[in-house]
């Protein structure tokens, strides 16, 4: 039997996260939270998303330029000087993975909260550390 310890949390990714040009699966309705709280993918903890919204409107715009860049950091291929459309195609695939009840692909406040909060728990920091 293989054991394939080398697969981390942040490389439990659905097809729409890695081709989202092309894919739009598994989509919102896929349990990508309950898999995270099982041990297998990861998800923001509500905590650190409210702390990295710091008090804005959840749904206040947001440059999407930083946005694109954690989510390169996350693996997505992504660049900010990509065009708008396309920024918009997968900010649409990020949110439907990780906050799937708005995913029109806007760059929004949450989004950038919830980003930051997946960033820390890639890199093992803590808001305000």
Known sequence: ?????????????????????????????????QLAAAGVGVWPQAAQVQ???AGRDPQAPTAAP???????????????DMPQ???????RAFQMHY????Y???PDAETDAVLRALLEINTGRRGGD
């Open 51 to 53: 702390y990295f919204l």
């Open 99 to 102: 906050r799937p009840r708005d």
């Open 1 to 33: 039997m293989c054991h394939y310890n080398a697969i981390t949390p942040f490389n439990v990714v659905g097809h729409s996260d890695i081709a989202w040009r092309r894919k739009q699966d598994p989509g919102p309705l896929f349990p990508w939270q």
């Open 104 to 106: 029109r692909g806007l």
């Open 66 to 80: 930083p946005i694109l860049c954690g989510m390169a950091q996350m693996g997505y291929d992504v660049s900010p």
């Open 85 to 91: 459309a396309l920024q918009r195609r997968a900010l």
